[in-house]
């Protein structure tokens, strides 16, 4: 017989109920991906509390895109991650939107007149072209061109995102509280995106390189020197594996949270759930850890609110 404390109990919903609440009650109803939310939340939690613990973000770009970033920032802004790995185009709508406006539109606009009117589609958030390439092309330029008048001719991912951080994004930005609370940001597929195109533009006449080897240098310590890691991992790709592929080194991640929504039967990195990169050793037997399917935007926001 089950004890009475694991029963399916009913959401009680009233006025002013608070989202804490509302993800201690999705722990208790048991629906179908809402235990698992709230379980992800717990264990977010608990490697925020755990002082002994490496804290990992690692998410896509296209939530950047949309206004989870604000989420992305109060994680950041409030130091709840120690160390962020993600793709070269969250720098692209990070600075973007420092800047400009991204727009609210629909799935299944006509793409062909959005590309005649010079408007780009990213799912359905509408980025015209003035908000995207042609603003990150002035002031990624102005900035290159000032940090070789300083006589910077080299830099890695980590060193250029907080120079973004500290030169050409607002307040508001994800790479602003990076840099002002020094928290590492490494990209690496930094040359997949509309940043890593104007650093190779900026290099056809200046001799100006890229390090990522100091960017793995630095992951090396990091994994290295820590005690126990953890890792909230939204989406799937480079960023994800960059993760887990270091952790490896020190026996796998401590804690672990993974919020996707790929298919796992294909093979491909992106589906594959945390019990997989068990048998890899990216993620320890004993780990806490959960997978979670589901579109980020709505479930990161209400983690993480559930915790603030």
């Known amino acids: 017989m089950m004890e009475e404390s694991e029963a399916v109990k009913d959401y009680q919903l009233y006025s002013g109920m608070t989202v804490a609440e509302l993800l201690r009650q ?28 490496v804290k990992f973000l690692s998410f896509p770009a296209c939530i950047v895109a949309t206004g989870t970033r604000g989420v992305l920032k109060e994680i950041v802004k409030r130091r709840l991650v120690d160390v962020i790995i993600t793709t070269c ?25 959005l590309h005649r009117k010079g408007v780009n589609r990213l799912g359905n958030v509408l980025v015209p072209n003035e908000s995207y390439g042609l603003i990150i092309e ?20 980590r060193e250029l995102c907080w120079e973004m951080g500290r030169r050409i994004c607002g307040e508001d930005s994800i790479l602003y509280w990076a840099a ?32 990522v080897l100091k960017d793995e240098q630095e992951l090396n310590d990091l994994i290295f020197e820590s005690e126990k890691t953890g890792a909230l991992i939204v989406g799937g790709g480079i960023s994800k594996h960059h993760v887990i592929w270091w952790n490896q080194f020190k026996g796998g991640l ?24 068990v048998s890899w050793g990216k993620v320890k037997e004993t780990a806490s850890r959960v997978t979670i399917e589901g579109d980020a935007t709505v479930i990161l926001p209400l983690m993480v609110a559930s915790l603030l």
């Open 26 to 53: 999705m722990k208790e109803s048991w629906g179908f991906t809402a235990a698992k939310i709230a379980r992800g939340a717990d264990i977010f939690k608990k490697m925020i509390d755990d002082k002994s613990c």
């Open 254 to 277: 401590d804690y672990a949270v993974y919020i996707t929504t790929a298919v796992e039967w294909d093979g491909s990195l992106s589906g594959a759930r945390l019990r997989e990169a």
């Open 180 to 211: 002002e609370n020094r928290i590492p940001v490494y990209v690496p597929g930094l040359t997949d995106g509309a940043v890593g195109y104007q650093l190779w533009l900026f290099s056809q006449d200046h001799k100006f390189r890229i390090n």
């Open 89 to 113: 185009g969250t720098l692209d709508h990070d600075l973007a939107r420092s800047w400009k406006e991204y727009y609210r539109g629909f799935f299944n606009m006509d793409d062909g007149e």
């Open 138 to 157: 002035e002031k990624m330029q102005e900035m290159l061109a000032a940090l070789w008048e300083e006589g910077i001719r080299e830099i890695s991912s």
